[in-house]
């Protein structure tokens, strides 16, 4: 599962290793630059200018990082999820919603059945799809997050209760 989690692009001319150990490396680098500025910037001055700028890391990164690595790599999932933070906390629900779409297939295929990182990320398509009137996508979504929620915290568990209320008021 670490091949694919660490998956490259598939070329015709594929990156040399060292192209990918130095890619590595940027990635590293640009999360820990991306974890001291946001943590900077959300503590210091929680105004739209230093969120901007934290996007701009993500997409920038992302660009760099998506000539090498596949979508479903770690590193390109930790500044893709990274991005949709920054949307959400911005309420660009499109943005969050197109970084989500994104996200969720390597993340089921990452993670085992019943993961709580899975069920977030259901949960968090369904609100989003929901916010933008996409009621068929968002209880689909929901019903996905339940599912998983049901296995890992029990049926009765008030998570799960709140979720199903949400469906019903929709």
């Not at 990082?65 to 660009?92: P, R």
Request: charged share 25%; glycine share 4%.
């Amino acid at each position: 599962q670490d091949k694919e989690k660490l998956e490259i692009c598939k070329l015709s001319d594929p990156p040399s290793a060292e192209t990918v150990k130095d890619m590595i490396k940027y990635a590293r680098n640009v999360i820990e630059e991306f974890r001291r500025a946001k943590h900077y910037k959300y503590i210091l001055c929680l105004t739209l200018t230093p969120l901007v700028e934290l996007l701009e890391i993500c997409e920038l990164s992302l660009d760099k990082m998506g000539a090498v690595f596949e979508d479903s790599n770690v590193y390109m999932l930790h500044m893709m999820y990274q991005a949709m933070g920054v949307c959400l906390y911005v309420q660009d629900w499109e943005g969050a919603l197109c970084y989500g779409q994104k996200i969720i297939r390597p993340y089921s295929k990452h993670y085992p059945s019943y993961s709580l990182n899975v069920a977030s990320m259901w949960l968090k398509l369904g609100r989003l799809y929901m916010a933008l009137k996409n009621r068929t996508a968002g209880v689909k979504a929901l019903k996905r997050a339940i599912a998983i929620m049901e296995v890992a915290h029990g049926k009765d568990h008030p998570y799960i209760s709140e979720i199903k209320k949400e469906l019903e008021d929709h």
